[in-house]
């Protein structure tokens, strides 16, 4: 209600019908038009449910890794009410993911995590996650990594949707501060590894020594201790978590391969011991052997590293080589350090050849300090890369300014060579390099913004159909297994690739990729995890945002050609003559001369390739402070800088120019005229759509010129477009008031000069005024906004009412032609609302019939054929207007099955016809004579013409030789002997 043109956008909560709540949007621009007193805006409403959810899924998502960021020593939770799901985060795992703990209320108490004194305490932990409450906080004892129980602080702190409804918990598990004193006085259960809860080597080897004394010497066991070779310079070079990975995976391993009576425990670092009892025979303990040494590398069976890792093992038997544990790891450990020293992934079992070779051997492989963490080493302690990417694009106000910096900052870190990022279109038909990075060293070969058609696209996106990522070590290697990418591979010279796939849902978006291409260079285990984790936080933010941006897109982007719509259009000019005095400006509304051709002769597809195209012209050609937008269809209009008519007239001629050479082929231009009409802002101007309304009408006035033109805004055309609106204005209440009256123009047959029939045309008797107004004064007015439907119904329903009037009366009845304007060919109800009239009225359907212009026939081509089939089969006769003011008139004649052809009156357009026109003429009604077609030649004013008709056997004839058109009246009492 307030006087400023611009809506306020304005977000507002609905209620469907099915009882569901959701989230609409609303914005736009008021045009000061003034219908019925009425000012109109135009408002663009908008489902944002989906958005509204995304926000909500990003807040929770921005608290997650927050939490994460700020408790990095602690563990990390999260329950999602609508789920009923728990989820867990540690500092062990290395891909930064939460996971999901099944059936939690009953398996946690099952693994026994929770002191069996305080199951009830974790129950009613529980119980609280469900009820909605504010913040969550409890104290209990679990287990810990080195098998013990401590005190344990549970905290969690609600996540809210904007009605205040509880969504999820998300918290953290963090030791006591007096967890150690308090420790104490607890009884410890010290018989366990932390990392892998196996044994430990005290419980181990009294368990061992344990069992040996209930055996006698007749019974057989076996003592294997494995190691992992090279475990230091693993643990240095990929990371210490990534280490512990490895050996929580290799303790899964062991307990999967040795029966289940056996007893396995961790030594240290990455040393194991397994006790079998009572084996079949040596040779199978040989086999078994064998089978640990391959069990490290079947934990790293999807890692590009599995050729580089093995393990070794040595193997003392009972009660060969002892009847104690100490006995028997002596001789176990003697042999693991001779098939260590005979190179990686060897097993023995112990000899006393084996004895003899040791001496000169060292014999103390396994007290090794346990190494120090490298700098790569990754840890959630490591997280200044991390904490800085999420901080970015947490406060970031454009998202690609974000991505691109933190692109840089990752090639930077890890020393790579390329980056990119490939973004898949909305209908899936193209995709997009959005983003790129490039080392100082190489080349920046991957332009911004190259749009590849999907099939050419997807041979860059090895990740597709993968469910996490892509890691090639050799991609000249994998091009040669896949040649269809061989010629891209060598472009970029990649020597390896990192990719991780941007999904939502189960749908492909796009990828993010890492290359290497210095021979010297590769991915190691380290940069692959950090990697993966600062990329999935940006996937999970880009995702997330998608909905926003379509938001965005849909209510301020034209989606085909990205540039501004009108509503942009209008708000971003509001802005600017709000915030500035400056005025020196001009709009230019441009489109395209009869473009709807194009898209008939050439298909729709070619037409917006035209579309876009002229969309990057425009954009090209953009200063400073300028900016463009796309109307609708062919229609655009951009705000320049007024730098004089002749520095105008030459920057919108090199717009037109550019425009009329856009390519159909290499060798071939398009020819698109364009028409620009150009509105000078004066200082005094207020109203953005007056302005635009100015140079609109500026564009209209170029009419029936087929070459690129530019048309100024002058006074007379602001008479034209005031009185225009006064039309608008009014014309409703006309309608209503019957102040619009059919006039009939006889057509008489040229053989007998009998009456044949009628054409209904319309006049506007103002109720103010005793004059009459033509249709050229206000039809391409109603052309414009559309009123001319209901008023070609009006005059329908008035031929209708009048033919079942002569019926009745039993007068003279004879067939009436009605004009139905190009706009109704948009229309979806035309068949339905012209049955209609005929049925209120009974009319047989022989009696009407519908006229065409030529022009709208060329606009609409393939559609007109199925229209006018369902004429016919209505009943309806269905004439050509205006033929020969056109470009293809015998073409639309050979393929549109008209029943009367309408000849042009400007073919008469002086007294008498020249040769060359009536050979035209008399060609054209041989023509239609010989397809079933009845002529009427339009616009005869003289003897010498009716007379020319004759003789080429012409049909029928009308113009002011015979009558112009009058009243219904004055028809009747004329042409159907009616008496007043």
Known sequence: LSSELVVPQMDFRIIRSDGSTGWCRMGGVKEELVRSGIIVSNCVVMDISDFVNSENELQMERERYQLMLNNLGSAVWEYRIDKDELYFLNRHMTDGKFRRIKNYRSSVVREGTVHPDHIEEYYAICDRLRSGEETISSELRMRNHSGNYNWYTITGNAVKDSDGRVLSYIGQIKQSDDSAVRTTADEPNKNFDALTHLNNRYSFESNVNALLRRRNRSHHGALFVLNVDRFNRINTSLGRLFGDALLIELSETLKNMFPQNSSICRISGDEFAVYV?????????????????????????????????????????????????????????????????????????????????????????????????????????????????????????????????????????????????????????????????????????????????????????????????????????????????????????????????????????????????????????????????????????????????????????????????????????????????????????????????????????????????????????????????????????????????????????????????????????????????????????????GMIDLANLARKSVKNIHISTISYFNENMKSRLKRQKDIEQVMADALVQEEFVVYYQPKFSLSNNALAGAEALVR????????????????????????????????????????????????????????????????????????????????????????????????????????????????????????????????????????????????????????????????????????????VSEGVETAEQANFLRSINCDLAQGYLFSPPIDERSFERRYQNVID
């Open 764 to 935: 506007w008797k103002r109720s103010d005024s005793a004059s009459v107004m033509r249709p050229d004064e206000f039809i391409p007015i109603f052309e414009d906004n559309g009123f001319v439907i209901e008023l070609d119904f009006y005059v329908l329903e008035r031929v209708c009412r009048k033919l079942r009037r002569d019926i009745d009366n039993n007068l003279p009845v004879l067939p009436i032609s009605v004009n139905f304007s190009r706009t109704h060919i948009a229309t979806e109800d035309l068949i339905t609302r012209l049955g209609d009239c005929l049925r209120k009225y009974r009319i047989p359907p022989n009696l009407v019939e519908i006229e065409i212009t030529e022009s709208a026939l060329i606009e609409n081509e393939g559609y007109l054929a199925d229209m006018i089939s369902e004429l016919h089969n209505i009943g309806l006769v269905v004439s050509m207007d205006d033929f020969g003011s056109g470009f293809s008139s015998l073409n639309l004649l050979k393929k549109l099955p008209f029943d009367v052809l309408k000849i042009d009156k400007n073919f008469f357009a002086s007294d008498s016809a020249t040769e060359r026109e009536r050979c035209i003429i008399e060609n054209v009604v041989n023509m239609a004579r010989a397809l079933g077609i009845n002529v």
């Open 277 to 689: 009892d009572n084996y079949e025979s040596e040779e199978k303990i040989f086999e078994l052997a064998g089978a640990v040494c391959g069990c490290v590398k079947h934990c790293f069976l999807n890692t590009e590293k599995s050729e580089n890792v093995t393990c070794c093992v040595g193997v003392s038997l009972y009660p060969t080589h002892g009847s104690s544990f100490e006995q028997l790891f002596f001789k176990a450990d003697s042999a693991l350090v001779y098939a260590k020293n005979r190179g990686p992934g060897n097993y023995y079992i112990y000899s006393a050849e084996i004895e003899s070779k040791l001496a000169s051997l060292s014999h103390d492989h396994h007290h090794e300090e346990p190494p120090q963490s490298s700098p790569n080493a990754i840890s959630f302690r490591d997280d200044s890369l991390l904490s800085q990417a999420i901080d970015i694009l947490f406060e970031a106000r454009e998202l690609s300014s974000s991505i691109n910096l933190i692109i840089s900052m990752l090639g930077r870190k890890f020393k790579l060579d390329r980056a990119y990022v490939i973004e898949i279109s909305d209908d899936s038909k193209h995709a997009t390099f959005t983003y790129r990075w490039h080392s100082e060293q190489t080349g920046d070969d991957l332009p911004a913004n190259v749009i590849l058609p999907i099939d050419e696209a997807l041979k860059h996106i090895h990740c597709a159909n993968r469910d996490e990522y892509f890691l090639c070590s050799d991609m000249k290697a994998y091009a040669a297994e896949h040649p269809e990418i061989a010629v891209y591979v060598e472009k970029i010279n990649a020597r390896a690739m990192l990719q991780c796939p941007i999904i939502d849902g189960n749908e492909l978006l796009g990828c993010f990729s890492y290359l290497v291409c210095r021979d010297e260079s590769a991915f190691n285990e380290s940069d692959v995890s950090q990697i993966l984790m600062i990329t999935k936080i940006i996937i999970g933010y880009l995702v997330r945002l998608r909905s926003k941006q379509d938001i965005d897109r849909i209510t301020y982007r034209d989606k085909l050609t990205g540039a501004m719509n009108f509503t942009a259009f209008q708000m971003e000019l509001e802005r600017l003559m709000t915030s500035t005095d400056d005025r020196n400006f001009a709009i230019v509304y441009s489109d395209i001369d009869r473009f709807k051709f194009i898209n008939e002769k050439y298909g729709y597809l070619a037409g917006d390739k035209i579309l876009c195209s002229v969309a990057d012209i425009f954009r090209q050609n953009m200063g400073e402070g300028e900016f463009f937008a796309r109307v609708t269809a062919d229609k655009f209009i951009a705000l320049l800088r007024n730098t004089g008519n002749v520095d105008l007239d030459r920057r919108i001629n090199a717009i037109h120019d550019s425009i009329n050479h856009i390519r159909k082929t290499e060798n071939t231009c398009y020819y698109l005229p364009v028409r620009s009409g150009v509105y000078r802002i004066t200082p005094g101007d207020t109203s953005i759509s």
